[in-house]
């Protein structure tokens, strides 16, 4: 019996898609437990670009520790190689986006 996941990221507006989607599935790829691993743009929205990786584990129990592992090494990778993240992502200590400094 195998589990579903769908892992949504979203980069800022104006990123180089193509870059950050062979990024996504680079990373998907190290993973052994990640069966199949689909990396597609399933939304653009004013915030940014949604990007989504779909893959299968063996099971539930796999598939969230997998899940976490996956956003953690792809937002690591991401900052790594510049591809920005959405303002809404790098707002700290509750200080809105947009906000003067």
Do not use: C, M, W
């Not at 989607?21 to 670009?49: C, K, M």
């Not at 990007?51 to 990778?77: N, P, Y």
């Amino acid at each position: 019996l195998t589990a579903h996941s769908d892992v949504k990221i979203t980069i800022a507006l104006g990123s180089d898609v193509d870059r950050a989607s062979a990024l996504l599935a680079a990373v998907a790829a190290e993973d052994e437990r990640l069966r199949a691993p689909v990396v597609r743009v399933s939304n653009v929205t004013p915030q940014g670009i949604e990007l989504t990786v779909s893959f299968d584990t063996a099971s539930t129990g796999e598939q969230l520790k997998a899940e976490h592992e996956l956003r953690r090494r792809v937002l690591t990778r991401l900052q790594a190689e510049r591809i920005g993240l959405p303002d809404l992502y790098k707002s700290s200590q509750g200080v809105p986006s947009g906000s003067p400094s």
